[in-house]
């Protein structure tokens, strides 16, 4: 069974080595609240939720800097199925020096690792993007 955040990862990820605009991926809450981070962020333009064929999605507009590049230069996800890993909340490092962002799955919901510090919150490291 493949892992659903990594699935909406990879995608991302495919999407933009191709440069496409959009990527539409299937829907659940834990990844629209990841994609609502990474748009907030800059990291991607815009969310929308849509219906399609009765099933419900998620529509990303993808975004890319002056020169073309993908906005998005690495993701990666950090705990896995087979290897859960959780960090106290002075345990969350920065990523690539603080030009990326951390996700962390919070008792007060999915937010950066940033937030996670200042509310001195741990949890489970969910992925990293730069």
């Not at 990527?23 to 219906?51: C, D, H, Q, T, Y």
């Not at 590049?69 to 896995?80: D, E, M, V």
């Amino acid at each position: 069974m493949l892992d659903p955040i990594v699935d909406l990862l990879n995608r991302i990820r495919n999407a933009q080595a191709v440069r496409h605009q959009m990527v539409e991926i299937p829907f659940s809450k834990m990844k629209l609240k990841i994609v609502e981070i990474l748009a907030e962020k800059g990291f991607i333009g815009s969310v929308r939720v849509k219906k399609k064929r009765g099933k419900k999605i998620i529509s990303i507009i993808l975004k890319y800097n002056e020169m073309g590049l993908p906005q998005i230069s690495g993701l990666k996800r950090i705990s896995k199925s087979g290897q859960r890993v959780y960090k106290k909340s002075e345990e969350l490092q920065k990523v690539r020096g603080g030009y990326g962002l951390l996700i962390v799955s919070t008792p007060k919901g999915l937010m950066t690792g940033q937030e996670a510090r200042k509310k001195r919150l741990g949890g489970e490291i969910i992925c990293e993007v730069w």
